[in-house]
């Protein structure tokens, strides 16, 4: 018998205790270290260590890897489809750290043609997957008659074929579409808070430095209100982690958190093209999580707002299984697809709009670079080389292609996720009880 090449073994933080997973076998155990002794010295007096899979006969895990990497594009293949669309690169915010601001902005505005070819195009190549539609920017919601003309024709083109719609927003205008987007099948409203009041107007301001907040919150009231899904997301850096705990606090007195309606979630401000914000003031993932597991210790309400995942641990706390192996954890050009006003297809968010990351077109005419879109399409775990070797790599999934193409020069390369450190925090939080 051997080791599993699986196993994920990480020490369980304020613990003397491990934490063994392994995504393969779907296995999970909170382990002494002497435990972990007798695993690394492959003794095995009661048989569970081989009963769970970590420790395998070679040749029956590589069986088992090749069938779950087949269920696992099989299901891929059959999963629904995240369409983003981007009427316009422009936008009233002038955030501290907004990555868009390094693109050349596109002097073009959308018109009727562009939509209706972008219907025709995911109409014919997506014909048989369910898929969805979320309408992204810049900022989709801008004020004005020209904008609002445009998207009550984008909402009918979508109501004609019968597809939901999500919208990523800044929030400001958003109570004046409500009545708009209740005539379309929403999905969702993704919106950003950064913070309690000043916290959020010191960061997310108009491009006159005028305050937001309060529009915004107005804006998730009247979502909240006609009955539509509200995704709130904050995205964290050193200037404003401690206050998670304010907005937290605010969330709940407003009544959003009761609401089942309402969910949130972080996002971590990081460079990608361009970032706006001083290197010293972004966190890597691991220490962000740190961050995180800190003051949930401090202020236990905040779980109440926010759960975070640290990696796999959240989901093993609430379901009592692992879940799938990860092979890939980019969904570009797979299960997510991006087109803007321009007429261009790009394969994600994280790509759209950047020069140089251009796939093909949907209008004037239908292009195709089929060699580039294979090499997005072909990247996971078994194509890149690092992670054929990874313990890790079936809860990692080889992290994003962009970040990875950004940093290595293409995207066959790995964006490794500190997931030892995040399941280290995760069962220490979720788990060691």
């Not at 299901?75 to 601001?101: G, H, T, W």
């Not at 708009?180 to 010191?202: F, M, P, Y």
């Not at 996002?267 to 970032?275: D, I, S």
């Not at 080389?385 to 990874?390: I, L, R």
Request: proline content about 4%; some cysteine.
């Amino acid at each position: 018998m051997a080791l599993s090449q699986h196993n994920i073994i990480t020490p369980i933080a304020d613990s003397e205790d491990f934490f063994i997973v392994n995504p393969l076998s779907k296995s999970a155990d909170i382990i002494s270290a002497n435990e972990v002794k007798m695993l690394k010295n492959k003794l095995d007096p009661s048989g569970e260590f081989s009963q769970k899979g970590y420790l395998v006969d070679e040749a029956k895990e590589k069986r088992a890897f090749k069938l779950a990497y087949l269920d696992f594009t099989e299901k891929r293949e059959e999963d629904e489809i995240q369409l983003f669309f981007v009427p316009n690169y422009s936008c009233n915010f002038a955030c501290s750290y907004c990555y868009q601001e390094g693109y050349n902005p596109v002097q073009k505005v959308v018109n009727n043609d562009v939509v209706d070819a972008f219907f025709s195009y995911i109409h014919t190549e997506f014909a048989d997957r369910r898929k969805y539609i979320t309408v992204f920017g810049g900022e989709p919601l801008l004020p004005g008659e020209n904008q609002r003309n445009m998207l009550t024709h984008f909402i009918s083109k979508a109501n004609e074929v019968k597809l939901d719609l999500a919208f990523v927003t800044n929030g400001y205008t958003l109570a004046s579409y409500v009545d708009l987007l209740k005539t379309a099948s929403i999905r969702e409203v993704q919106v950003t808070l950064d913070g309690t009041q000043e916290v959020h107007d010191g960061r997310r301001y108009l491009k006159g430095k005028q305050p937001t907040f309060d529009k915004i919150v107005e804006g998730i009231d009247a979502c909240l209100t006609a009955g539509i899904n509200i995704n709130l997301r904050m995205v964290i850096d050193k200037e404003n982690i401690e206050n998670l705990a304010g907005l937290s606090r605010f969330a709940i007195d407003k009544g959003w958190t009761s609401s089942p309606l309402f969910k949130t979630q972080i996002g971590r401000n990081y460079e990608l093209h361009f970032c706006n914000s001083t290197p010293e003031k972004l966190f890597d993932r691991a220490t962000l999580y740190q961050h995180l597991y800190e003051l949930l210790k401090v202020h236990p309400y905040i779980a109440e707002f926010y759960k975070p995942a640290f990696s796999i641990a959240k989901y093993i706390s609430e379901h009592e299984e692992l879940p799938m192996a990860l092979f890939d954890s980019c969904p570009a050009c797979k299960t997510e697809w991006a087109f803007d006003f321009t007429g261009t297809i790009y394969s994600c968010t994280a790509t759209v709009g950047n020069k140089g990351d251009e796939l093909g077109t949907f209008y004037p005419e239908v292009t195709k670079n089929e060699t580039a879109i294979e090499s997005w399409q072909n990247r996971d775990i078994t194509t890149i080389e690092k992670c054929k070797t990874c313990d890790v790599a079936l809860a990692c999934g080889g992290g994003c292609a962009s970040v990875a193409k950004n940093k290595n020069g293409h995207p066959n390369s790995p964006d490794c996720r500190p997931v030892k450190e995040l399941l280290r925090l995760g069962a220490a939080y979720y788990l060691n009880d």
